[in-house]
């Protein structure tokens, strides 16, 4: 696609001429808004739990609150995106992201915090697939369009990262509600910068406009329910007509959801998608890869803070040889693709990852950085950098044209959901655990007792890290071109 191409539906105010390098330097400091916000309150939920006086078991809702609305609206938001004009839904998206922010940092009761970050979520859910739409109509398909994927595929993992060092430095100097205030000012200078470096454009349509609201509005509930359930499983126990009956309900509103994407004549996600093995099987591996990235996140921040006694911002500069080890990772795989399948080069990224959690696991409560929480983290990062880039290639293997914004969104639906969802099962399962180990009020006791909890986290984690490494290698042979 040409650049000329990229301009068609402009809007009056579009810029002049179109400069990518600037493009891509606009929409990777929006997405990385996204990003950061997964991760950037991890390193800051032990100050925010003191300050709001939060309970253990209603703490993981401050980060899945945001990924379940944000997983659940992103096929809505790329439909939205390609109908009313791709660079008109990223400022709205950023307006509502950033008006949500202000809530959260001036929240001062738990549910308007959970709430704001649910608003978030519904913000983030516009601007991320207009973001990547705009960046693919504006690069032309071959070298430079594989170039500019491959820093956006990067950015995933290196974003990550600093969100939780930039969590921490908040945290330990203006304070936790910091980092949502920092948001503001972002989203603000998107909105002014916008008309002046993206050019408008959406799709052409040939019939009435149509928006799968009923589909949304299913996904969305369904993972919603399917998250709070979870969470009071924690206190209400897994064999209670409450739990029962709020997983039975989630199974319904997702079963209605598929029953709605079959009938209507303009879905959502148009099932026939599914057919791609490659797509199908990189969703699923995707999904579970990024419920153990998000318990290692959540969880090793609680641990380094709760356990080892590290305040915010010495967790956050002990992710910084993490942040490293992703660039790296991601640096080998886009070398590896080109030469080997996509399945042997995520295959090992995820063998990686798994190998640094089952060692989280067995960390005692008194272990030294360098030697025992160190090695870990190297593996772990090294692992997920080596996996996002064969994850996306193998993604939009044989997608056509026509539904490859479908292709997009999905990936990221299921990167998102699988992180929301994945970090509430495995709160269930440690809150569960560090509760029946509390023996007795000391503080060496509550510390023992988080430590098991939290190797129990580590260990799940490390099941879905395994488990995303069997599925991809059910990958049909997929490599990159040069």
């Known amino acids: 696609m040409s650049l000329t191409a990229a301009r068609r539906g402009s809007a009056p105010h579009a810029p ?75 400022r709205a998206g950023m307006a509502l992201f950033g008006a949500a922010s202000l809530a959260a940092g001036l929240a001062h009761e738990p549910a308007l915090l959970i709430a704001a970050r649910a608003v978030q979520g519904l ?3 516009l601007t991320a697939p207009a973001a990547l739409s705009a960046l693919t109509t ?43 205030f920092i948001n503001v000012p972002v989203a603000l200078a998107a909105l002014v910068l916008a008309p002046r470096v993206l050019p408008e454009s959406r799709a052409a349509h040939d019939g009435p406009r149509r928006f799968d609201a009923a589909g949304a509005a299913g996904l969305t509930a369904g993972l919603l329910l399917l998250i709070f359930t979870l969470d009071q499983a924690v206190t209400a126990g897994w064999a209670t007509a409450r739990t029962v009956g709020g997983l039975a309900g989630a199974a319904l509103l997702l079963a209605a959801f598929v029953a709605v994407e079959l009938r209507t004549a303009a879905p959502l996600l148009p099932m026939r998608i599914f057919r791609l093995r490659a797509l199908r099987t990189a969703n699923i591996g995707a999904m579970l890869m990024l419920g153990a990235m998000g318990t290692l996140f959540f969880f090793a921040s609680l641990f ?27 640096g080998l795989a886009s070398g590896l693709v080109t030469k080997l399948p996509a399945r042997v080069v995520l295959a090992t990224g995820l063998a990686l990852a798994t190998a640094g959690l089952l060692l989280l696991a067995r960390l005692p409560v008194d272990a030294g950085y360098a030697g025992r929480v160190l090695p870990p983290f190297l593996l772990v990062g090294a692992g997920l950098g080596m996996s996002f880039v064969p994850l996306q290639i193998a993604a939009a293997f044989g997608v056509t044209e026509r539904e490859s914004g ?55 984690g490390a099941g879905f890290a395994l488990a995303a490494l069997l599925v991809a290698l059910l990958l049909p042979t997929v490599r990159a071109q040069d």
Not at 164 to 170: E, M, S, T
Not at 304 to 330: C, E, H, S
């Open 138 to 180: 504006t690069f032309p398909e071959g070298a430079e369009r594989n170039k500019a994927l491959g820093i956006w595929g990067a950015l995933a993992g290196v974003a990550s990262v600093v969100g939780v060092l930039l969590g921490g430095l908040l945290t330990q100097g203006p304070g936790w509600r910091w980092i949502f």
């Open 123 to 125: 913000g983030a859910a």
């Open 406 to 460: 479908v292709a997009a969104g999905l990936i990221t639906t299921s990167q998102e959901a699988g992180g929301a969802v994945g970090v509430a099962v495995v709160s269930t399962a440690a809150f569960t655990r560090i509760g029946h180990a509390v023996s007795g009020p000391s503080e060496s006791g509550l510390r023992a007792a988080r430590a098991s909890g939290f190797h129990e986290a580590f260990l799940i």
């Open 304 to 330: 380094m803070q709760q356990v080892l006694g590290y305040d915010a911002l010495r967790t956050g500069l002990a992710y910084v040889p993490l942040a490293v080890a992703v660039i790296v990772g991601a």
């Open 16 to 90: 002049a001429a179109v400069r990518p390098g600037l493009v891509l330097a606009f929409l990777c400091v929006v997405q990385s808004m996204v990003y950061l916000d997964v991760t950037i309150v991890n390193v800051a939920l032990p100050s925010l739990q003191r300050g709001l006086g939060m309970a253990d078991g209603d703490l993981q809702l401050v980060v899945t609150a945001y990924g379940t609305v944000l997983g659940g609206f992103l096929l809505l938001g790329g439909r939205l995106a390609d109908m009313l004009g791709r660079r008109r839904l990223l």
